[in-house]
């Protein structure tokens, strides 16, 4: 899992309230992701960051935020517009935004969000 | 519009015997090709990659891929399997240049039996 951390591994929430992912990195990557796992639908990338203060949705955005205010950090909320939010969330981090530059991604261990 | 597939959704091999999971892929342009792995309730590690050069790329844990740019596949082997090996994989593509998102495969399931 490299230095990216993940917290918690699991959590647990009720309909209708906000929660907030936790993703932080110590490798000095310049971009970080998240993506969101579902069974037999791969990874989805939700959203995007190539540099602090700066972000991009990803192919399912909706029903999500992000920020960016440091480096090291990029947590991800998912809110209650989110109609299926139960899922497996990982978080990533590549050295340049460039996976076209052959820039491999580092993954954390995940937290796997339960909606009741 | 640009794919990855992965033909199989789950592999069975013997503990010992030779793997093999397959990737194929539609991109333009020339592809940079990735395989992960990822253990039940874990994140993804990163197993190996094909920017340019030698076909044969040689990865973690013994696995090695190769790409065969007329078939557009890049399937991972490894010589012999270990128990340990059972896992998910994820194979993903990403055309070359300043490409932002890389293109994943649904997972190959890996299943090595003693």
């Known amino acids: 899992d490299g230095g990216i951390t993940q917290s918690p591994k699991y959590l647990f929430r009720k309909e209708g309230q906000n929660v907030t992912l936790s993703c932080e990195q110590n490798l000095n990557h310049d971009a970080m992701y998240w993506y969101r796992q579902d069974p037999g639908q791969g990874l989805r990338l939700i959203y995007y960051?190539?540099?602090?203060?700066?972000?991009q949705k990803g192919d399912i955005a909706e029903g999500y935020s992000v920020s960016r205010e440091k480096k090291e950090s990029f947590p991800l909320t998912v809110t209650s517009a989110q109609k299926n939010p139960t899922a497996f969330y990982l978080c990533?981090?590549?050295?340049?935004?460039?996976?076209?530059?052959?820039?491999?991604?580092?993954f954390g261990p995940g937290t796997r969000l339960t909606v009741t | 519009a640009q794919s990855v597939a992965q033909p199989e959704d789950q592999v069975n091999v013997a503990e010992g015997n030779p793997l093999t999971v397959k990737c194929t892929y539609s991109v333009s342009g020339n592809p940079y090709l990735f395989w992960y792995v990822q253990y039940p309730n874990r994140g993804l590690q990163f197993l190996l990659k094909y920017i340019t050069g030698d076909n044969l790329v040689k990865g973690s844990y013994g696995f090695e891929a190769e790409f065969n740019k007329s078939q557009t596949s890049f399937h991972l082997k490894k010589p012999s399997a270990l128990v340990s090996d059972s896992a998910l994989y994820f194979c993903?593509?990403?055309?070359?240049?300043?490409?932002?998102?890389?293109?994943w495969g649904l997972g190959t399931s890996l299943a090595v039996n003693p």
């Open positions: 990533a981090s590549s050295m340049v935004i460039s996976s076209g530059r052959g820039n491999e991604q580092y």
């Open positions: 993903a593509v990403t055309p070359a240049g300043n490409n932002r998102k890389l293109i």
């Open positions: 960051s190539q540099i602090v203060n700066d972000f």
